[in-house]
């Protein structure tokens, strides 16, 4: 069983959870759990250390949780690998807006922060989603950045995925191309890179 909020997924396997949060730009996250023990680990994606140091050997800092008594833990991570003058990117991101994805924005740019990716290529299908006024909103501009673009979903010629394009917040879509229509269900692959690349600037 799986659930999801807009800071943590919890996965249950008998007796046993998971508990994943996304910690925001101030680095604190809350989180309510069932009594027990638990092992903590917290890391920023494979750039960074992870938190206790022996985490791979031993799961984890145990503690254990009591009804009514909150814990405080604080932990300390650094940048392990010298990543100036790189950026790491995912061309392929899908969130809320794509029929095939539950994640919701927030999570979504809160879990690309937590693993340390600097570039998120919004491609929902059929569906401009800019994803840089949350960034913004939640405090992460100086973490991760996103550039708009789609997977356009046509019915006989596969999908085609485009950026940068410019989102339109008056389409119910955000400005898609529409790839419908032509000689069949659809217009030639032509047709639909012509469509892409009439949008201001140059398209990959």
Do not use: C, K
Request: glycine share 10%; charged share 20%; net charge negative.
């Amino acid at each position: 069983e799986q659930t999801s909020s807009l800071t943590q997924d919890i996965v249950t396997d008998g007796d046993r959870s998971a508990h994943f949060g996304y910690a925001g730009a101030d680095g604190e996250i809350e989180m309510a759990l069932v009594p027990g023990s638990y092992r903590v680990t917290v890391t920023r994606g494979p750039t960074y250390s992870i938190w206790p140091q022996d985490a791979a050997e031993t799961g984890g800092h145990l503690v254990d949780i009591v009804a009514g008594e909150p814990l405080e833990l604080t932990a300390e991570i650094a940048r392990v690998v010298d990543t100036d003058r790189w950026l790491s990117a995912d061309f392929h991101v899908h969130a809320v807006n794509s029929p095939d994805s539950f994640v919701h924005n927030s999570p979504r740019v809160l879990s690309f922060a937590a693993d340390g990716v600097d570039v998120l290529v919004s491609t929902d299908h059929d569906y401009l989603t800019d994803f840089r006024p949350l960034i913004e909103e939640l405090g992460l501009g100086s973490w991760v950045t996103s550039v708009v673009g789609v997977e356009l979903t046509t019915f006989d010629y596969g999908h085609f995925n485009a950026f940068p394009l410019v989102r339109d917040p008056e389409s119910r879509n955000g400005g898609s191309f529409d790839w419908g229509g032509g000689d069949g269900p659809n217009q030639h692959p032509t047709a639909i890179l012509e469509g892409l690349a009439a949008y201001p600037g140059e398209q990959v």
